[in-house]
């Protein structure tokens, strides 16, 4: 069994896994910033190791610093997270190189999912459904628009090396087709180090569903229901629900037992996340996160499974603890994300917690890393806490969580909690009637 994890994080994501360590009885090792010397994680942690200055570069992606922390600190094994270098495949390999055990897949599966042309591939050899697209990367201007004119317009242009809608331009018609093309190519080799790109043909009302998985190295995969996803800022998640409203049972069912099928087939060790746009009754892969995701904690509320705990076990050899036929789907769950930012020009917001109180309550849960008196630098995401609610259904979910975001108080940073206060309101929002579009367009009326 795993003695001592670190984590190579910081936020409420690493608060999160120090305490699904602490329910193990593993020791933990916080590594911070000096921005971050007085954060809860460090304050929690066993054992905490500076890593260097405030800049990500320096600190939380610096990897000869990271695992001269675990080395030191006699850690067994190393849990990135999210972000960072949680999907890098050269941090994985270099992990289990220096004789650590790395809390995720192997970096194999890692670098073939983070290839977004190849996790296509992948997964349409796995009998599972893709975007129509070129199949591959497009080289050439005059080779892409070859391939635009066979796919059709609107059309999506697509870093092939990233994710979170950077290096991402809809074409809707030849005429922008070339503009997209050249702006894709130079965000994804700024963003990625990667210029190459691919096309997808573009849904105009498409919803963003992602199917959960967890496997162990003994070919057992199982998947936890889906999780919607549509509520986006430029391709960024802000509220997510769990399960989504257009899945029945029947099909959630069939569905995600393939999809745990293929990750077994494919020999997938660890969480992951599938994601798919639905369109008019059909799902279509478009990437696969091989880390924990920002939004688990609906899924542990509607299946009353601890994903991080699963994740920390399978990473340590051991078989699931869980079958398919174990999980159940209790009621309805939503997490709103708690940026600070400003929630009408999203300008990130930074500055000291004045004033700090969590909502309670029948159903309620808030991971955060806040406390009065904790300081939110200017250096990092802007992801600060996460308000997750969970009812016996949507309608009752929406209710309380009306309620919690009106209890909740975060003093001396704008938050977003005012737009999801409006989005708990909005009427197409309580009928469930929106897509990964919605908010774009509605932010032109707030």
């Known amino acids: 069994m795993i003695k001592k994890i670190l984590i190579a994080n910081r936020g409420e994501i690493a608060v999160r896994i120090l305490r699904a360590c602490k329910d193990l009885g593993i020791q933990t090792v916080a590594v911070h910033s000096t921005a971050d010397a007085e954060a809860m994680c460090v304050r929690l942690a066993d ?6 200055p405030p800049a990500p570069r320096e600190s939380y992606l610096n990897i000869p610093a990271i695992i001269s922390a675990a080395c030191i ?26 004789g650590l055990m790395f809390v995720g897949p192997k970096a194999d599966h890692i670098a073939m999912m983070g290839d977004k042309i190849m996790a296509k591939k992948t997964i349409t050899k796995l009998g599972l459904p893709t975007v129509p697209g070129s199949g591959g990367a497009v080289t050439s201007a005059d080779k ?31 005429t922008e087709f070339a503009e997209a093309y050249e702006t894709a190519k130079r965000e994804a080799a700024i963003a990625f180090g990667n210029d190459r790109v691919y096309l997808e043909k573009y849904l105009e009302k498409p919803r963003h569903i992602e199917f959960q998985i967890i496997a162990d190295k003994y070919g057992n995969a199982v998947h936890l229901g889906e999780r919607d996803c ?16 257009v899945l029945n049972p029947e099909f959630r ?44 904690p609906i899924t542990e509320m509607i299946t009353g499974v601890d994903i991080i705990r699963e994740q920390i076990l399978v990473a340590d050899g051991q078989k699931l603890s869980i079958r398919q036929d174990d999980i159940s789907f209790r009621g309805h769950a939503i997490e709103c994300r708690i940026n600070a930012e400003n929630y009408k020009t999203f300008i990130p917001s930074a500055g000291t917690i004045s004033n700090y109180h969590c909502p309670g309550g029948p159903g309620i849960r808030v991971d955060s890393a806040l406390y009065d008196g904790c300081k939110i630098p200017p250096y990092y995401d802007s992801l600060i806490a996460k308000l997750i609610v969970h009812a016996n259904d949507r309608q009752q979910c929406l209710a309380r969580l009306r309620r919690a975001l009106r209890e909740y108080v ?25 897509d990964i579009h919605f908010l774009e367009k509605l932010y032109n009326t707030l």
């Open 230 to 245: 549509s509520l986006q800022r430029r391709n960024q998640k802000i509220w997510e629900e769990a399960p989504s409203v």
């Open 47 to 52: 054992e905490s190791v500076c890593i260097g």
């Open 144 to 174: 892409a628009l070859r391939a635009a004119a066979e796919i059709g317009y609107p059309l999506l242009v697509k870093a092939a090396g990233g994710g979170g809608g950077r290096g991402m331009k809809v074409a809707r018609s030849k």
């Open 410 to 434: 975060i003093d001396g940073v704008d938050t977003l909690m005012p737009l999801h206060i409006e989005l708990a309101d909005n009427i197409n929002v309580v009928n469930a009637d929106f």
């Open 253 to 296: 069912d069939e569905f995600g037992r393939k999809i745990a099928q293929s990750m077994s087939q494919l020999g997938y060790v660890g969480v992951g996340t599938l994601e798919f746009l639905y369109e008019d009754g059909q799902l279509f892969f478009i990437e696969m996160n091989t880390r924990i995701q920002v939004e688990h």
């Open 73 to 98: 600190t006699g850690a067994d094994a190393i849990h990135p997270g999210f972000g960072f270098l949680s999907e890098n495949a050269t941090f994985a390999h270099m992990v289990e190189e220096h």
